[in-house]
């Protein structure tokens, strides 16, 4: 007599992860972005109230793409004993060296999400946790070693130097989605020279310079 087995009761696992994953697989299987939650539900074989229980929407889903990306990066960072004594440019380039790995490992679905899909105000919607959570980790680098002078103007210096960064990040990774070089190599170069550029934009010195002429013809002009 042929034995009866049970029917496998064990479901798979549905977290946010998971369906980063399977978001990720669906684009590139498809080469398109799924045109709403139902489909993309039902392919990837779970119930919208599960995709619900983690995203309000796809948008949100693509967000939460980029903001995994600076988590992995970051928690890579945190379990190196050593690393928060390091100085802040090697905090920096280890910020973009650990991002980039991550980049490379996901290289398909980038050039999908911001080469080959002309949706650019998408794109950059897709961006704004990712943003938020990378200048705040460059206002914390110039927090870190505020000088007296500099606590007095960085309410105004912060906000600004920390844009500036972000733009220069950006500017990295649209070099880096062209770079044909061989190990993305020459992406590398360009990391250590954006680093040094935006470190010396860390050290407000100039800015603070710049504040207290300002403050000085300012007197002049009133007396």
């Known amino acids: 007599m042929e034995k009866i087995t049970k029917p496998s009761s064990k479901k798979k696992l549905v977290d946010d992860t998971f369906i980063v994953s399977m978001y990720m697989d669906y684009v590139l299987n498809s080469n398109e972005e799924p045109k709403n939650v139902f489909i993309f539900c039902k392919e990837c074989k779970i119930t919208e109230?599960?995709?619900?229980?983690?995203?309000?929407?796809?948008?949100?889903?693509?967000?939460?793409i980029w903001l995994k990306f600076f988590e992995n990066a970051l928690a890579t960072l945190e379990q190196d004993t050593s690393y928060e004594n390091y100085p802040n440019k090697n905090k920096l380039l280890a910020l973009y060296f650990t991002l980039f790995e991550l980049f490379e490992l996901n290289r398909s679905y980038i050039l999908f999400s911001l080469k080959e899909n002309k949706e650019v105000l998408k794109n950059l919607k897709s961006f704004k946790s990712f943003?938020?959570?990378?200048?705040?980790?460059?206002?914390?680098?110039?927090?870190?070693?505020?000088?007296e002078i500099r606590q007095k103007v960085s309410t105004i210096t912060n906000p600004v130097l920390s844009?500036?960064?972000?733009?220069?990040?950006?500017?990295?990774?649209?070099?880096?989605?062209?770079?044909?070089?061989?190990?993305?190599?020459?992406?590398?170069?360009?990391?250590?020279?954006?680093?040094?550029?935006?470190?010396?934009?860390?050290?407000?010195?100039?800015?603070?310079?710049?504040?207290?002429?300002?403050?000085?013809?300012?007197?002049?002009?009133m007396e």
């Open 131 to 147: 943003r938020s959570c990378f200048k705040s980790f460059i206002t914390n680098l110039l927090e870190s070693g505020n000088s």
């Open 49 to 64: 109230s599960e995709f619900y229980t983690f995203f309000s929407s796809l948008d949100a889903l693509r967000q939460e």
């Open 163 to 221: 844009e500036g960064a972000w733009i220069q990040f950006l500017l990295v990774l649209k070099y880096w989605l062209d770079d044909s070089s061989k190990g993305f190599e020459k992406t590398d170069i360009l990391i250590e020279k954006s680093v040094n550029t935006v470190v010396d934009l860390l050290d407000t010195k100039p800015l603070e310079s710049l504040f207290d002429l300002g403050k000085f013809l300012w007197k002049e002009k």
